[in-house]
DNA sequence: TTGTATGCGTTATCAG
DNA sequence: CTGATAACGCATACAA
């Protein structure tokens, strides 16, 4: 129940005045104080164990050193949960204190968190979604800077997977590994639709370029919407009976898993019989024997380049063009996650 | 970038003072207010949309409403995220900010997380655990109210799951359908420490119970204290060769799904030749086939009922008797989810 | 019934 | 070089 250590009591501790030992403490420009007695009233308050009070100098400064984090649903969505991490992470090293809110996406709670974030006074939002789509911000955030996590807002700057490079990545590790009868499961057009997907267009562009550059054709593909394990059975069900492919690539872990079901139904050995590489590393595709080689979703390294692009953007001048232009997109690498479901296969 | 409404902009709009607005928003006991005027203050603040400033009501009424969550890894941990949801929720009924930060249980990050909140001044902290064990608090909580979630802190109150009532939930669930030859997997003396666990004792106390209680003992007990896939795996290739059960319970979903592995390779059919019951519902337990039958770990509902207990103790008179008492355990009932894993069995 | 004065802990301005 | 003094926005004891 120790009595809060403030100014004043470093200030009568020291025999100088209270602005004087804030000068010190926040090595103000403005006038030199001699040494000598900047150093005792470090000592003085490191001493009497003195931090200064955030509300009061937020009060004071219209700078609270604070983030609002607010999310559709990631925390409840098990494998994007990453994200908060990451936050939280870069947050810590800068000592800003993130203010948290999850809303389902609702207008009337999206609202409602910028509301009270905004009367808790911090210096700049963080809007997190589950799964990269657009949505709109129905807040006022009252001229504060935001940024999208995993998402797009029109207006405003966002970071997202790179999509693209990871479509390109995933189908040249299967040419790397002498594949060239490639079955694809998962292509929809329903998923094109940016309120449904912001990214999955960039996935499959990335994989039909490489597949063209590498002068390939999927020997067989499957299309479907609904991204369950259920697809990729029926899926490799269908490939299996109508083509040859060496290789299945999945637009995600839960077909991957629904082809790792019907493999094993016809006895067919993964990756001695047909190799599996997909997309988003959940949980799921560790757990699996082989565990899926997959292109990870960067949920964590996504929270926390966010934060800090935010955090750059709070230091920079107010007005000066600093990191500010324009809202863009910054994209994060998807690792490749190499398991042991791709194995190396001889000239066909 | 519209400039902040201020108490005194109310005030200059209706032509009374400061305190009289405040009064009126606050609806003091003090003084009565002539509707009137009331109702016209409350019309006025509503046009101009005002809200007040917490920061600076804080700092006069040293409470903020707002709560600190410090966890060691439940945001990584993806399972154990849904905590923070339920902490989210209950928080937001009752318009309070949650302030978070994640410490992996390092001494230093929990320390350096206390500290940084309390400069913000919280009026409460949730300390919560991925996995339920006894930990230290080695951060100077200077008298706050603290209740732990899903673990344990000598001298601090905590939320748990009530993993006694789950362990003869189980067992029950298993006799209930027929079940007589029941083998089991994960005993260990290891998780009876409650620095590894502070409840795993209690699951398997249950246990035990229910069985005795049934007149049952178990044809099989495979020990092992590293509650992976490969335990599941290896136990049950050694119940299906010494003995002859119907059913096979097991302390975690990994190790369910090892026998799911198992099973498969025998040829084996769930639930047909034999049943399987669980504890804890990962995600991976949803996915299998069939779906797995398990009790499951309320970490929603233990975030929530720890924020609401949290809140109703800062309601509380500050030295009254009130919920305070001594340090307590509030136990959340584990849910026993019902899927495809469990069969009914004919009299053996 | 309502207004005035004061303080919460800081920081910033401006004299001394 | 340093110390009063004011102000941030609000709530409250007290005066009117």
Redesign the interface.
């Known amino acids: 129940?120790?009595k809060?250590i403030t100014l004043a009591d470093v200030a009568a501790r020291t025999g100088l005045s209270a602005s004087t030992v804030s000068m010190v403490l926040n090595n103000r420009p403005g006038s030199r104080i001699p040494e000598a007695t900047a150093e005792r009233v470090r000592e003085v308050a490191e001493e009497l164990g003195y931090?200064?009070?955030?509300?009061?100098r937020?009060?004071r400064t219209g700078r609270?050193e604070?983030l609002g984090f607010i999310s559709d649903?990631v925390?409840?969505t098990?494998?994007a949960?990453?994200m908060?991490?990451g936050i939280?992470?870069a947050a810590?090293e800068r000592?800003h204190?993130?203010?948290?809110?999850?809303t389902d996406n609702q207008a009337r709670?999206i609202d409602?968190?910028v509301?009270?974030?905004?009367?808790?006074?911090i210096d700049g939002i963080l809007l997190g979604l589950m799964r990269a789509r657009q949505v709109d911000l129905p807040a006022?955030v009252?001229?504060l800077p935001v940024i999208i996590v995993n998402g797009h807002v029109d207006g405003y700057s966002s970071v997202l997977p790179d999509e693209h490079q990871a479509g390109l990545d995933a189908v040249n590790h299967l040419v790397a590994h002498g594949h060239r009868k490639i079955a694809f499961i998962g292509r929809a057009a329903e998923h094109l639709e940016p309120r449904i997907s912001w990214t999955i267009g960039r996935r499959l562009a990335g994989i039909d370029q490489a597949m063209h550059d590498a002068g390939l054709g999927f020997v067989h593909e499957v299309h479907g919407a609904d991204w369950e394990?259920e697809l990729g059975y029926r899926g490799a069900d269908e490939i299996f009976d109508n083509a040859e492919a060496t290789a299945i690539l999945t637009a995600n872990d839960?077909i991957a898993?629904g082809v790792y079901?019907a493999a094993?139904q016809r006895g067919l050995s993964i990756p001695a019989d047909i190799s599996v590489m997909s997309f988003d590393d959940?949980?799921?595709a560790s757990?699996v024997?082989p565990p899926i080689t997959t292109m990870q979703l960067p949920y964590?390294q996504m929270g926390r380049v966010a934060a800090e692009e935010l955090l750059a953007r709070l230091d920079a001048p107010l007005s000066g063009a600093g990191p500010d232009g324009p809202p863009g997109e910054t994209l994060v690498a998807m690792p490749l996650i190499e398991r042991g479901s791709v194995a190396a296969q001889g000239a066909s």
């Open positions: 129940m120790g809060r931090a200064p009070d955030r509300t009061a937020g009060l609270s604070a649903e925390t409840i098990r494998y949960s990453a908060v991490r939280l992470d810590e000592n204190a993130i203010l948290m809110a999850e709670r409602n968190a509301r009270l974030m905004r009367t808790r006074h006022d009252g001229g394990p839960r898993f079901l094993q959940e949980q799921l757990y024997l964590l």
